[in-house]
C-alpha cells in the first residue's frame, strides 16, 4: 500500500511539473506563433502609411495575429517565425471571424535574427497599395555619429521630397514609396524639415528637435497626401531601428 502511495503521489508531482513546463512554453509564444529566444524567429514591425487601407491584421501562415494596425501608428518591433509564410495584410473587417479581404500578400521572404519594418503604403483606390519592407540593419557609425535613412510615403509630390537637417540637405529628390541609403550624421539635435525638390524655400512638414543619439540608426519616414484631411495630411516621423544590447530571437 505505501508503494502504491509513494508512485500516486510521484505522479501527480510528475503531471504538476509538466504542466508547469506546458504553460511556460505557451506563455512564451509570441502573439504570432513565434516562440521567444527559439532562434527561428525574425523581429518585425509594421508601419501602415496608407490612408485609405482602414484598419487590418497581419496574417503568418494564414493565421491571424494580433493587434489591429491603425494609420499612421508604428508598431514596434515583435517576434515573428521567419518560417511563417505567407505573411499577408487583411482588412480587420470580419465575416463570421474570418477577414476574407486579402489586400497584400508578402513576396519577400524574412531571415532569422533580423530586424524588419514593413511599410503599407499606396492606395487601395487605384490599386497602388505595397508593402515595402525594410531590413533594419547596417554598420556601426563612426564613435559620435549616427545613422538615418528615409522612407518617402507622401504622395502627390512627382518631383520628390528632399529631407534638410539643420538647413544642411541630406537626402535629395527621394521619390514616392523609395528607401534611401543610410547616411551617418554627426550625433545631436537636429530640426529636421521636409521639402520638395521642386520648391525647396517651401517648408511641407517639420521634426523639430530630434535627437539623434551617438551609435544608432533611425528611419524617417513620411506619410500623407495633399488632398488629405487633417488626419491624413502630410506627416512626418522617426524610428528608432537599433535594439537593445543582447535582444534575443
Do not use: H
Not at 114 to 130: H, I, K, N
Not at 220 to 238: K, L, P
Amino acid at each position: 500500500m505505501a508503494a502504491k502511495n509513494k508512485s500516486g503521489i510521484l505522479y501527480g508531482l510528475f503531471l504538476l511539473v509538466s504542466g508547469f513546463m506546458l504553460f511556460a512554453i505557451l506563455q512564451s509564444c509570441g502573439k504570432d506563433g513565434a516562440i521567444g529566444g527559439s532562434g527561428n524567429n525574425a523581429r518585425l514591425q509594421i508601419v501602415s502609411i496608407s490612408n485609405d487601407v482602414l484598419p487590418f491584421n497581419l496574417y503568418a501562415r494564414y493565421i491571424r495575429q494580433t493587434p489591429v494596425y491603425t494609420y499612421p501608428n508604428p508598431s514596434g518591433y515583435f517576434l515573428i517565425n521567419a518560417a511563417d509564410t505567407p505573411l499577408q495584410i487583411r482588412t480587420a473587417q470580419t465575416s463570421n471571424n474570418i477577414n476574407v479581404v486579402n489586400l497584400l500578400t508578402l513576396k519577400q521572404t524574412l531571415t532569422r535574427g533580423v530586424p524588419y519594418t514593413m511599410f503599407v503604403m499606396g492606395l487601395r483606390a487605384d490599386s497602388s497599395l505595397q508593402a515595402v519592407v525594410t531590413a533594419d540593419t547596417s554598420a556601426v557609425p563612426a564613435n559620435g555619429r549616427g545613422k538615418i535613412r528615409l522612407v518617402n510615403g507622401m504622395g502627390n509630390i512627382p518631383a520628390g521630397i528632399d529631407l534638410v537637417l539643420n538647413g544642411t540637405t541630406a537626402f535629395k529628390k527621394q521619390l514616392y514609396t523609395t528607401v534611401s541609403n543610410w547616411v551617418e550624421v554627426t550625433a545631436g539635435t537636429y530640426n529636421i524639415n521636409v521639402v520638395a525638390n521642386n520648391a525647396p524655400t517651401t517648408v511641407i512638414k517639420s521634426l523639430p528637435n530630434f535627437t539623434i543619439l551617438d551609435g544608432k540608426l533611425y528611419t524617417i519616414f513620411t506619410y500623407g497626401r495633399s488632398t488629405g484631411s487633417d488626419s491624413t495630411a502630410y506627416g512626418v516621423n522617426a524610428l528608432l531601428n537599433t535594439l537593445p544590447p543582447n535582444t534575443t530571437y
